[in-house]
């Protein structure tokens, strides 16, 4: 393996620790002070506000950016979506080091002070590289809370979730990311707007007669939302019922026969612009949808009660927000709303 350049290590100060939920806290991080932050089951030590951040999801990514950080994010990679509206100048900053996972040797290219990503499979074994590789060179890492409370990543696909994730969960990243670069104020600014949002999109609403199947990717097996996961946020906040609620799978692929038993009232779809699966785009799973013999006659489909989302909006992200409101007009609009 050729050696990169190495990356800027972090001089960790073990006195005047301070020790904070996942959640955030109140105080930030400093040169004379270190912060201690609890994530996924790790303690992880932060001597200064980054500089040199790079963010291996998207996700991670449109928080910083929300966060007014796009002068301290040294590199981003895999993405599925065009960024979010608001960001674009923002983002246009930002180098892309990769669509999808780089190579550990690229991240250090940049030269980090602080990695974060949004899956625990992005900092584990067969992503980019494991959580201690980057600490053995002195640099922190970070990964959303949301992929690890309550979920079980030991296993094969996109892992088990034994708890239903709530959105709490996204308002502590938000909180635990601004705490880490010192911009706290900025942090409660962003949850505070969240927050009304979401009380907004679902104020007077009551969709319980109402069933949704949400699709993100691939028309040959396709990987359908379970139970517990920001898909099973948007449901509960609407009242709503998930059409397979019955898994705790966070995106187990189903065949389309089970798909047509379900007959769903809506079909909430991923619009992806990224190309690493079958009919990634709405556009295509629609033709899909409409052209297959299977799917063509259930409900959704003859009446064209279709809503498209983000990818980023069906992961557990900020973006979930604009998912639940996405739905919540998509439901409004076609009158299965009392």
């Known amino acids: 393996m050729?050696?990169?350049?190495?990356?800027?290590?972090?001089?960790?100060?073990?006195?005047?620790?301070?020790?904070?939920?996942?959640?955030?806290?109140?105080?930030?991080?400093?040169?004379?002070?270190?912060?201690t932050l609890d994530n996924c089951g790790r303690k992880v030590r932060v001597d200064k506000a980054p500089r040199h951040a790079v963010s291996l999801n998207q996700g991670t990514t449109e928080i910083l950016l929300s966060l007014g950080l796009a002068d301290r994010i040294a590199g981003t990679a895999t993405w599925t979506d065009p960024v979010m509206k608001g960001l674009e100048k923002a983002n246009a900053k930002v180098s892309r080091i990769a669509e999808n996972n780089p190579s550990f040797e690229r991240v250090l290219d940049s030269e980090p002070d602080f990695v974060a990503a949004s899956f625990v499979s992005t900092l584990g074994t067969g992503g980019v590289a494991t959580r201690d590789q980057f600490e053995k060179l002195g640099v922190p890492t970070y990964v959303s809370p949301s992929d690890c409370a309550g979920k079980d990543n030991s296993g094969g696909g996109d892992g088990k979730r034994d708890k239903a994730l709530g959105i709490d969960a996204v308002y502590g990243e938000v909180r635990d990311l601004a705490t880490v670069f010192g911009v706290q104020d900025r942090g409660d600014k962003l949850v505070a707007s969240l927050q009304q949002r979401m009380k907004k999109a679902t104020q007077g609403i009551d969709a319980s007669d109402v069933s949704l199947l949400y699709w993100f990717a691939n028309s040959e097996s396709p990987y359908m939302a379970g139970c517990c996961g920001a898909p099973g946020l948007m449901t509960r906040a609407l009242g709503a019922k998930n059409a397979f609620d019955d898994t705790h799978e966070e995106w187990p692929q189903?065949?389309?026969e089970t798909v047509a038993d379900r007959n769903p009232d809506v079909?909430?779809?991923?619009?992806?612009?990224?190309?690493?699966?079958?009919a990634e785009s709405a556009a295509k799973k629609i033709a899909f949808l409409e052209s297959n013999p299977v799917t063509e006659n259930m409900d959704a489909v003859k009446h064209k009660r279709y809503v498209l989302l983000s990818g980023q909006a069906m992961n557990p992200t900020i973006r979930t927000v604009e998912g639940v409101e996405k739905v919540a007009a998509g439901l409004r609009e076609f009158g299965l709303v009392k």
Request: glycine fraction near 8%; proline fraction near 6%.
């Open 2 to 35: 050729p050696l990169a350049r190495p990356a800027r290590a972090a001089v960790l100060l073990a006195a005047c620790s301070l020790i904070m939920t996942g959640c955030g806290g109140s105080k930030t991080p400093t040169a004379e002070a270190s912060a």
């Open 254 to 256: 189903v065949n389309w």
């Open 267 to 278: 079909l909430v779809i991923g619009d992806l612009t990224r190309n690493s699966e079958t």
